[in-house]
């Protein structure tokens, strides 16, 4: 099975700032057939169902706004928020759809600081 | 709109079981792959099971498996989840989760708002 970590476990942005999250999986998603990495990043705000942000690892899903970003291939993964809004406060997910089980990270808390 | 309405949840005794229903609207229902991810009460998310639009190739967590049956009626544009055996740690929000496309190999699009399935004595 992939093993998804993900760091930090929570971090605190001041707003306007800059948050930046990592994801690690045990073993490499990438396709080599078809060069996609096969790692989505999600968005879970309280009380809500998760919210798909990115999927192949840097494309953006129709509606999201430009300062969430998607980097890396392979086995490690970045998901940036570029100027932090308030709206922003949330956990974030990656998963990983390569190989079954589809595994998720175990989130990361982001915060105002 | 797409519309997963979850149904079926509820306290269970150890050892019992239920079944799970999604009821889906606003799609083509057939050329989707669905998922069942659950989250235990404060915890992460945790991916239960799919199945593929077309073939219905079905697919489990370790977790789960032998245990749960995933299955669908593509003409009821209806999805399920049979649990049995029931334990403790079964207990969680299960959400029905629509794929971006008709694998199982694909990132998941849309969620709906779960239904809660409580494993207790």
């Known amino acids: 099975d992939i093993v998804m970590t993900q760091s930090p476990d929570s971090l605190a942005v001041s707003l306007g700032e800059r948050a930046t999250i990592n994801c690690k999986s045990s073993?490499?998603?990438?396709?080599?057939?078809?060069?996609?990495?096969?790692l989505a990043w999600y968005q879970q705000k309280p009380g809500q169902p998760p919210k798909l942000l990115i999927y192949?690892?840097?494309t953006r899903e129709s509606g999201v706004p430009d300062r969430f970003s998607g980097s890396g291939s392979g086995t490690d993964f970045t998901l940036t928020i570029s100027s932090l809004q308030a709206e922003d406060v949330a956990v974030y997910y990656c998963?990983?759809?390569?190989?079954?089980?589809?595994?998720f990270g175990p989130g990361t808390k982001v915060d105002i600081k | 709109e797409v519309q997963l309405l979850e149904s079926g949840g509820g306290l269970i005794q150890p050892g019992g079981s239920l079944r799970l229903s999604c009821a889906a609207s606003?799609?083509?229902?057939?050329?989707?792959?669905i998922n069942w991810v659950r989250q235990a009460p404060g915890k992460g998310l945790e991916w239960v099971s799919a199945?593929?639009?077309?073939?219905?190739?079905?697919y489990y967590a370790d977790s789960v498996k032998g245990r749960f049956t995933i299955s669908r009626d593509n003409s009821k544009n209806t999805l399920y989840l049979q649990m049995n055996s029931l334990r403790a740690e079964d207990t969680a929000v299960y959400y029905c989760a629509k794929a971006t496309g008709g694998s199982c190999y694909s990132s998941i699009a849309y969620w709906g708002q779960g239904t809660l399935v409580t494993v207790s004595s």
């Open positions: 073993q490499s998603v990438l396709y080599n057939s078809n060069n996609k990495n096969y």
């Open positions: 606003g799609f083509t229902f057939s050329g989707y792959a």
């Open positions: 199945i593929s639009g077309s073939d219905s190739s079905t």
């Open positions: 998963h990983q759809y390569y190989s079954s089980p589809f595994t």
């Open positions: 192949w690892a840097s």
